[in-house]
């Protein structure tokens, strides 16, 4: 089962005031990834001359290391806190710092190491120097083997990245069977299993020639492992291994490149790890994610220029007494919340037993229910994207798996109890299964999994606001924005929201990166998101001139059908009052003692309920508001929160 594969930053989950988090659920993956880019005469070799625009234009080594760049670019301000090298293998010369040549006919291009401009500017450098790419990327007559750069690779991580929770190896290459002899076969196994007890990842980037498929039966599945959970058992087909790139055959190798290396992006940071119980006594472990949110300028300190020169501030706050000034210390805080116009206190300890009341964090299945029963609107909140966990319920996967395919073979969703973290609300979610979605490429960009859906209570629908003139489409019209509605379909019929980046945070980056690499500063930002009016208005322009033209004549036609409507119920009401009869005598109003009925008081119970439905009873007059409890026998002292209050507990008892 393939693992969610994205970007998920920080930043936009809701939290309760002085919420308790659990580290463990915020703990951000620290990456460190190594390129080993294969330099053979192959891998050099130009890909064919074509007429095509998408043609490739760029050998195999020289894509590996432009997609090396760009991620390296993408990294230093998005995760500056990974890490990220290049080692070159089966060049002639050798060079591993420190005058290091232990491992012949490797180069470390780029130690493994925070990305800094320096590494940037330098690795930018060789991918638009062709003279200075030709004299480092010349390919060892007799290159080194593939346990060589295993080992290699092993050395650097254990002393560059020890304590990193992820550590991976990219391997690129085009050649599917680098033993010459079963021994070296064998070496390169045991090299390759030392890496994965070391907690390091190998994957393979495999890159096809015209005339020869890279074939990775002769030697790399026994030597990478496919990309499997925990448990390998589990009832779902494993996810593919990243397909194989083809050079020169008119689609861009380094767009295949980088749509195989951002499909295996590890998870940065898990909102929430939970145990979910399926049954009584059936519990096993995930992990919540959010796929999508807004990025935003991230602030990790604020900087104080008001002296001689800038520095970074540090932050304090401290609690003053109104009265005396002095500084309220932390215990002698209290908690005050205000019911029937008494403020009531509670301590620290109190509040904590009344926020746990509910229980510990938990997802718990109640139901099951057709999946055709969850309607769009339904759809509140921001959903959350689940997947299995090993770490506390051994065979999560197998159980997690088997229940995600359950639901989506029966078109059924689960209903459940959902409480995020401790100090949390619960929440009534529906549990909608996930398939996996693949790109035009063969690569992830959704994986399998559940999605937790909130569910809205009673108080969460609101009303539709009432129709002031109650006018009508009709067919045609309907017909004719339908036609407009066509033309202005993405391609694909989908939306996707990583094609269109925030452009304030895009421009941003560009800035500071020109500023970091001492490049020219940019004029224009790349807006995305900016509609083409220009294709739209030829395409939509006649639709949306027909659309008006009717829409013309029919409201035309509507107003005046509904003002002979109004004409002709005023001439019945005149033609129905005697012509000889004099004007009604003033009558005295009784006034009625105060009852349940609700038909006194200037408002019955029927038009207070609806203008409560609608959320408007604060919006009536403190006027209004008394009379309507006085006819009813009920208060009418306090201010107006209190008494509109009132109005509405009075509602509830009548059932309304």
Not at 164 to 192: C, E, G, H, M, Y
Not at 342 to 350: G, N, P, W
Not at 444 to 449: D, E, V
């Amino acid at each position: 089962m393939a693992a969610p594969e994205y970007d998920n930053r920080p930043g936009d989950e809701e939290e309760e005031e002085e919420e308790e988090l659990d580290d463990s659920s915020y703990k951000t993956i620290k990456d460190a990834v190594l390129f080993a880019i294969d330099v053979s005469s192959t891998m050099l070799q130009p890909p064919p001359e074509s007429d095509d625009k998408k043609a490739d234009r760029d050998s195999p080594t020289s894509a590996a290391l432009k997609c090396a760049y760009q991620l390296m670019q993408q990294r230093i301000i998005s995760n500056p806190n990974d890490m990220m090298g290049i080692l070159l293998f089966g060049t002639e010369q050798t060079e591993l710092g420190d005058g290091d040549s232990t491992f012949q006919h490797c180069y470390l291009l780029a130690d493994l190491d925070v990305p800094s401009a320096q590494d940037v500017k330098r690795l930018r450098d060789l991918v638009e120097d062709e003279e200075e790419a030709a004299e480092l990327l010349t390919p060892a007559v007799d290159p080194p083997s593939i346990a060589t750069v295993l080992f290699c690779a092993n050395q650097i991580f254990t002393t560059k990245a020890p304590n990193f929770s992820s550590r991976r190896l990219f391997l690129v290459t085009d050649n599917d069977n680098p033993a010459k002899i079963k021994q070296d076969k064998d070496t390169a196994i045991t090299r390759a299993r030392d890496l994965y007890d070391l907690g390091c990842t190998i994957d393979l980037f495999p890159i096809s020639r015209r005339g020869h498929g890279f074939d990775r039966s002769k030697f790399y599945d026994d030597l990478v492992y496919p990309t499997s959970p925990s448990d390998p058992d589990a009832p779902i087909a494993i996810s593919a291994n990243t397909k194989v790139a083809q050079s020169g055959d008119g689609i861009s190798l380094l767009k295949q490149l980088l749509s195989s290396i951002n499909s295996k992006a590890s998870p940065r940071r898990a909102l929430f790890t939970l145990p979910f119980e399926i049954a009584p006594g059936l519990r096993i472990g995930v992990k919540g994610y959010i796929l999508i949110k807004r990025q935003e300028h991230v602030k990790s300190c604020y900087v104080w220029v008001g002296g001689e020169k800038a520095q970074i501030a540090t932050g304090s706050t401290s609690h003053l007494a109104d009265d005396t000034a002095r500084v309220v210390e932390k215990g002698e805080l209290r908690k005050a919340y205000k019911f029937g116009g008494d403020a009531i206190t509670f301590t620290a300890d109190e509040l904590k037993q009344i926020r746990q009341a509910f229980g510990d964090p938990v997802i718990r299945i109640v139901g099951f229910k057709p999946l055709d029963m969850a309607p769009l609107w339904a759809n509140t909140g921001k959903a959350t994207f689940i997947y299995p966990s090993e770490a506390d319920y051994i065979g999560s996967t197998r159980v997690f798996s088997a229940l995600q395919q359950k639901l989506l073979k029966s078109k059924k969703m689960a209903v459940a109890w959902f409480i995020a973290r401790r100090n949390a609300a619960p929440v009534i979610t529906a549990i909608i299964p996930a398939e996996e979605k693949l790109d035009e490429n063969g690569e992830q960009t959704m994986p399998p999994g559940l999605w937790l859906v909130p569910l809205p209570y009673a108080d969460d629908l609101r009303q539709f606001p009432e129709q002031g003139d109650n006018l009508k489409t009709t067919d045609a019209l309907s017909d004719t924005m339908r036609k407009v509605i066509e033309q202005l379909q993405l391609p694909k019929g989908a939306y996707d929201p990583s094609k269109y980046p925030n452009p304030d945070l895009q421009w941003f980056y560009r800035i500071l990166q020109a500023m970091a690499l001492e490049d020219e500063i940019p004029e224009h930002p790349d807006d995305k998101t900016i509609p083409k009016y220009k294709q739209i208005n030829k395409r939509c322009a006649p639709f949306l001139e027909e659309f008006g033209e009717e829409f013309e004549k029919e409201y035309k036609l509507q107003t005046v059908e509904k003002r002979k409507i109004i004409s002709s119920h005023a001439k019945k009401r005149g033609a129905a009052a005697p012509e000889d009869s004099k004007p009604p005598a003033k009558k005295r109003v009784k006034k009625e003692a105060p009852d349940d009925g609700g038909g006194v008081g200037g408002l019955t119970d029927e038009d207070m309920a609806k203008i409560n439905d609608k959320g408007a009873v604060s919006k009536q007059t403190v006027v209004v508001l008394r009379d309507f409890l006085k006819a009813r026998g009920r208060d009418t002292t306090g201010k107006k929160p209190e008494i509109a209050a009132r109005v509405q507990d009075y509602l509830i008892g009548k059932g309304f």
